[in-house]
Nanobody
Framework: QDELVESGGGSVQAGGSLMLACTTS????????MGWYRRIPGNEREIVAT???????RYRDSARGRFFISRDFTKNTMFLEMNRLTVDETAIYYC????????????WGKGTQVVVSS
C-alpha cells in the first residue's frame, strides 16, 4: 500500500505554473509534518518546502516567494503551488511525511515528474 500518493506533475514552459498534490491517510496527515523534495538529474535530493501540523513552513531560498506549500485537513492532502518555474527546476518531486529528524522522513512517495522547457 502506498502511504503517499503524488499527483499534478507534468510539462510546462519556463515561467509557467504547476500545482502538485500529495494525499495520504488521515492518521499520517494529522500526526505528521510533511514536505516536498526534488531530485534534479545529476544532483542529490534537495528540500523544496516543508509544512508542520501547525502550518509552520520552510522553503529553500530559491523557492521562497514563488512556491507555496499548504495542507487541506478536509482532504488529507498537501499541495505545492509552483510559479515562475525555471528550466533548471526540471526534476522528480517527492512528497514526504513523518520526519524522524530534519529532512529525514518515514514515508516517501514515488515521485512525480516535472519538466520545464524553454
Amino acid at each position: 500500500q502506498d502511504e503517499l500518493v503524488e499527483s499534478g506533475g507534468g510539462s510546462v514552459q519556463a515561467g509557467g505554473s504547476l500545482m502538485l498534490a500529495c494525499t495520504t491517510s488521515e492518521e499520517i496527515f494529522r500526526r505528521c509534518g510533511m514536505g516536498w523534495y526534488r531530485r534534479i538529474p545529476g544532483n542529490e535530493r534537495e528540500i523544496v518546502a516543508t509544512i508542520s501540523t501547525d502550518l509552520n513552513t520552510r522553503y529553500r531560498d530559491s523557492a521562497r516567494g514563488r512556491f507555496f506549500i499548504s495542507r487541506d485537513f478536509t482532504k488529507n492532502t498537501m499541495f505545492l503551488e509552483m510559479n515562475r518555474l525555471t528550466v533548471d527546476e526540471t526534476a522528480i518531486y517527492y512528497c514526504a511525511a513523518c520526519a524522524v529528524r530534519r529532512d529525514e522522513y518515514v514515508y516517501w512517495g514515488k515521485g512525480t515528474q516535472v519538466v520545464v522547457s524553454s
